[in-house]
C-alpha cells in the first residue's frame, strides 16, 4: 500500500498562489499515475489534476488555466501549483494514484493521506 503524504497548504488571500507537495511511498512511483483531490466542507471529493509516469496531464475546469501538476520522480514527489487562488479552491487537497479506463480517473484502492488544508480568503 502507497503511503501518502501531503503539505504546502496554508491560508492565503485570493489572487495568491500556493504549492502543494505529496511524497508517495511506493518503489515504482515513475510508472503510477498520480492525481490532486481536493474536498471542500459539504461537498464531494473532486479531482482536479492528474499527471501520468510519462508527465502527460489533465486538469479540471476548475483549476484549468492556473494550475499545474507536475513530478518529480527522483524525489517520489507530486507537485500542485495553484495561481489566482479563489474563496472556492477552499478545501483539503489530497494526492493519490489513480487509474484511467480509458474514459475517466479514479483512485486506487488504499488509504488516502492526511491531506492539507488550502483557505483562501476574499
Known amino acids: 500500500q502507497v503511503q501518502l503524504m501531503e503539505s504546502g497548504g496554508g491560508l492565503v488571500q485570493a489572487g495568491g498562489s500556493l504549492r502543494l507537495s505529496c511524497l508517495a511511498s511506493?518503489?515504482?512511483?515513475?510508472?503510477?499515475?498520480m492525481g490532486w483531490y481536493r474536498q471542500a466542507p459539504g461537498k464531494q471529493r473532486e479531482l482536479v489534476a492528474t499527471?501520468?509516469?510519462?508527465?502527460?496531464?489533465n486538469y479540471a475546469d476548475s483549476v484549468k488555466g492556473r494550475s499545474t501538476i507536475s513530478r518529480d520522480n527522483a524525489k517520489n514527489t507530486v507537485y500542485l501549483q495553484i495561481n489566482s487562488l479563489k474563496p472556492e479552491d477552499t478545501a483539503v487537497y489530497y494526492c493519490k494514484p489513480v487509474r484511467s479506463d480509458g474514459s475517466s480517473w479514479s483512485p486506487d484502492l488504499g488509504s488516502w493521506g492526511q491531506g492539507t488544508q488550502v483557505t483562501v480568503s476574499s
Open positions: 511506493t518503489s515504482i512511483f515513475s510508472f503510477i499515475a
Open positions: 499527471i501520468t509516469g510519462g508527465g502527460r496531464t
